[in-house]
């Protein structure tokens, strides 16, 4: 099991440039979600889903839209970046646990780290 | 917003001493969960505690949740130079699937020093 893996681990982008982060998972997990992490803040949700078709908003949407059209996959877009997204970017999947019950622990990708200049 | 604040913001020992890290938090919760981040990697999960336990145990780790104080503490016994790295707490909330999300604190930094 590769677990939860990101594409690409590294990228610089111009302002206004656009590009798109995928993140896998191999453990049939219904739930994925996209985090930021920046110094001194620690993460912060930008979208998740809960199962395929589905997505909704994090603590901090703006500037990001996601895609779930496969279970396994979840893309983070950025249509035009600014350097404020200059950040590391930790996607994240959880099994659904049983009807009516929230679900626990998250399994984290080693991260993607963009740059915006 | 962040729920979960940590304290301290950094923490450095001997190796063989035991750490403590604290979790404050601001509204109800399901429950929370105690994170490790090693520096430049992902988060691995350490222990969750639900809203109604009040202690629980894995190998050398011992959470505590106090509800009415809305505070948690992280406690890691004997503590090896391995264990150096940072700690996150974070809160689940939420009534359902639909509106359930995980809010992390801004973290601890352990240095072990051997």
């Known amino acids: 099991n590769a677990g939860v893996t990101q594409t690409p681990k590294f990228r610089v982008l111009k302002t206004g440039q656009s590009m798109t982060l995928l993140c896998a998972q191999d453990m049939n997990h219904e739930y994925m979600y996209w985090y930021r992490q920046d110094p001194g803040m620690g993460l912060r949700l930008i979208h998740y889903s809960v199962g395929e078709g589905t997505t909704a908003k994090g603590e901090v949407p703006d500037g990001y839209n996601v895609s779930r059209l496969k279970k396994q996959n979840f893309l983070l877009g950025l249509e035009s970046a600014a350097p404020s997204q200059t950040s590391v970017y930790f996607c994240?999947?959880?099994?659904?646990?049983?009807?009516?019950?929230?679900?626990?622990?998250?399994?984290f990708g080693p991260g993607t780290r963009l740059t915006v200049t | 917003s962040q729920q979960g604040e940590e304290d301290p913001q950094a923490l450095s020992i001997q190796e063989g001493e035991n750490a403590t890290m604290n979790c404050s938090y601001k509204?109800?919760?399901?429950?929370l969960q105690w994170y490790r981040q090693n520096s430049g990697r992902g988060l691995v999960h350490l222990i969750l505690i639900r809203s109604n336990e009040r202690e629980k145990h894995s190998g050398r780790l011992r959470v505590t949740l106090d509800t009415s104080k809305k505070s948690s503490s992280l406690l890691i016994t004997a503590s090896r130079a391995a264990d150096t790295a940072s700690y996150f707490c974070a809160t689940a909330a939420g009534s359902g699937a639909g509106s359930y999300q995980l809010t992390f604190g801004k973290g601890t930094k352990l240095s072990v020093i051997p």
């Open positions: 994240a999947s959880s099994y659904s646990g049983l009807a009516g019950v929230l679900p626990d622990e998250q399994y």
């Open positions: 509204t109800s919760i399901n429950n």
